[in-house]
């Protein structure tokens, strides 16, 4: 088996069992900012028990905000509730369980594995001769 293959079939393992993503390794690192306007996002550190969110509120007149940082796992399926300038919020918690995985404006689906983007990047290191 040559040197790519062996890279290959490495990638491969790591990404199929998680351990290129895996937040085992420590604590969980997220964006923070809090309700104000504009969001300026801070790195922080989470505690063992939380993961990475979004919390955005809607108000009885249809006002939009929005908060980032770490939340408690048992919360982000939770409705929640938050007054900001004498207003008061509905919430809607969207978590996910990797460093700084909270920077969009709305979370998507995280993704599982970095496999596809390590791929890639080993195609255009060795000048595109990787997957042939």
Same mark, same amino acid.
């Given at each position: 088996? &040559?040197?790519?293959?062996?890279? @290959?079939?490495? @990638?491969?393992?790591?990404?199929?069992?998680? !351990? /290129? +993503?895996?937040?085992?390794?420590?604590? $969980?690192?997220?964006?923070?900012?809090?309700?104000? =306007?504009?969001?300026?996002?801070?790195?922080?550190?989470? %505690?063992?028990?939380?993961?990475?969110?979004? *919390?955005?509120? /809607? *108000?009885?007149?249809?006002?939009?905000? %929005?908060? =980032? &940082?770490?939340?408690? #796992?048992?919360?982000?399926?939770?409705? &929640?509730?938050? +007054?900001?300038?004498? #207003?008061?919020?509905?919430?809607?918690?969207?978590?996910?369980?990797?460093? $700084?995985?909270?920077?969009?404006?709305? @979370? %998507?689906?995280?993704? *599982? *594995? !970095?496999?596809?983007?390590?791929? !890639?990047?080993?195609?255009?290191?060795? &000048?595109?001769? !990787? $997957?042939?």
């Amino acid at each position: 088996m &040559g040197t790519t293959s062996t890279f @290959l079939c490495t @990638l491969f393992f790591c990404g199929a069992v998680g !351990l /290129t +993503t895996s937040p085992a390794q420590g604590r $969980l690192h997220c964006y923070y900012c809090s309700f104000a =306007k504009p969001c300026y996002p801070v790195p922080t550190e989470c %505690q063992d028990d939380e993961a990475c969110g979004i *919390s955005i509120g /809607t *108000s009885e007149q249809s006002e939009l905000i %929005q908060r =980032k &940082g770490c939340l408690p #796992r048992a919360q982000c399926l939770l409705p &929640g509730h938050a +007054t900001y300038w004498s #207003r008061s919020y509905a919430l809607q918690h969207h978590c996910c369980d990797q460093d $700084l995985c909270n920077m969009a404006t709305s @979370l %998507q689906q995280p993704r *599982s *594995s !970095l496999l596809p983007t390590l791929l !890639l990047m080993a195609s255009f290191t060795w &000048g595109g001769h !990787l $997957l042939h």
